[in-house]
């Protein structure tokens, strides 16, 4: 089974200063993993993807994270935080399930940015 | 916007209850997923349609169950409601059943049984 886990379920920054998520997952196939952030009373919108291809992804809004196999990590970087950018944020890995497919969360990490 | 609508947005029912949950997909998307969001579980799947057809179950109760109609919306059913049950519900939608598709997530319906 795939599975992801976020290390951090809060983390706090200044403005302007880097913003680092964690997010290492297990997959015995090759991952398919997703950052999506959560602002408060609103659905789910992904920041980036990595299914194939190169393993550095740009996101929206500035974010990054790198796909590192050795490491199995994915974690998600931003070079200078901004208020705007409090909000929860869910790394996913992607499989097939039965005839279908889904996505599995790990279990969020609230950023805060101070000033 | 995501391009994915549900309804109704708020629910507060009573235990013992049934409601319905209503999702509609991004123009042209095939496949519907549902997820709930609660403090306790986080963010879990439980069931996925394609054109019309269940293909994947999750963590859904024997009291829930879901449809996707022909024209491609999709309804969670949910019975004999639970305190537990309390949560906020989330539909999402992708072009078609693969795991490299982008999920695209609906507002979700904040479910209150009382």
Redesign the interface.
């Known amino acids: 089974a795939q599975s992801v886990t976020q290390l951090g379920s809060h983390v706090s920054v200044s403005e302007g200063a880097l913003v680092l998520l964690r997010c290492n997952y297990s997959s015995s196939v090759p991952p398919y993993l997703f950052w999506y952030v959560q602002y408060p009373n609103q659905g789910l919108q992904l920041l980036l993807k990595y299914t194939t291809g190169a393993t550095l992804v740009k996101g929206i809004n500035g974010f990054e994270a790198e796909f590192k196999k050795s490491e199995t990590s994915f974690h998600l970087t931003k070079p200078s935080a901004h208020m705007s950018d409090a909000a929860e944020y869910f790394c996913a890995v992607s499989g097939f399930t039965g005839g279908g497919n889904k996505l599995t969360f790990g279990t969020g990490t609230q950023l805060k940015v101070e000033l | 916007d995501?391009g994915?609508t549900q309804t109704p947005k708020h629910l507060i029912t009573a235990t013992g209850q049934r409601v319905t949950l209503r999702c509609s997909p991004r123009s042209g998307d095939l496949?519907v997923?549902w997820?709930q969001q609660s403090l306790d579980q986080?963010?879990q799947?439980l069931i996925?349609y394609?054109n019309g057809e269940e293909?994947?179950?999750?963590n859904i109760l024997e009291r829930f169950s879901a449809q996707q109609f022909p024209d491609l919306h999709s309804e969670l059913n949910l019975s004999s409601l639970e305190l537990g049950d309390s949560a906020l519900y989330?539909c999402?939608s992708s072009p078609r059943?693969?795991?490299?598709d982008?999920?695209?997530?609906?507002?979700?319906t904040r479910l209150t049984v009382l």
């Open positions: 995501s994915v496949s997923y997820y986080g963010l799947f996925q394609y293909r994947a179950k999750g989330f999402a059943q693969d795991p490299t982008t999920q695209y997530f609906g507002p979700g």
